[in-house]
């Protein structure tokens, strides 16, 4: 199983990011597809999941800014990130969690800075 994140980078306060995620290895159209984000010296939480039925479920930090999505075709998600603040500079990492499997896999996350 093999997750591989991509998109982050340095962004201006209110600017917007786009991040994906691809995944192999697993059947991804049944996983539930999650974005989570660890600040220095805080706890990884979660940010936004989407479900095989492509239902969404946000952080209440990130509702209305963040839309995440996914594309079965081609084993991707995505999280749109938009209004972006300094609080939402972490590392983001991708989860892909099969049913029945409580922890699933994790991709290595990508840098996400907000900063003027």
């Known amino acids: 199983v093999r997750l591989v994140e991509s998109g982050g980078g340095l962004v201006q306060p209110g600017g917007s990011l786009s991040v994906s995620c691809g995944a192999s290895?697993?059947?991804?159209?049944?996983?539930?597809m999650s974005w989570y984000r660890q600040a220095p010296g805080q706890q990884r939480e979660l940010v936004a999941t989407i479900a095989n039925d492509r239902s969404t479920n946000y952080a209440d930090s990130v509702k209305g800014r963040f839309t995440i999505s996914r594309e079965n075709a081609n084993n991707t998600v995505y999280l749109q990130m938009n209004s972006l603040k300094p609080e939402d500079t972490a590392v983001y990492y991708c989860n892909a969690r099969p049913p029945g499997i409580l922890n699933g896999y994790w991709g290595q996350g990508t840098q996400v800075t907000v900063s003027s």
């Open positions: 290895g697993i059947n991804f159209s049944i996983n539930r």
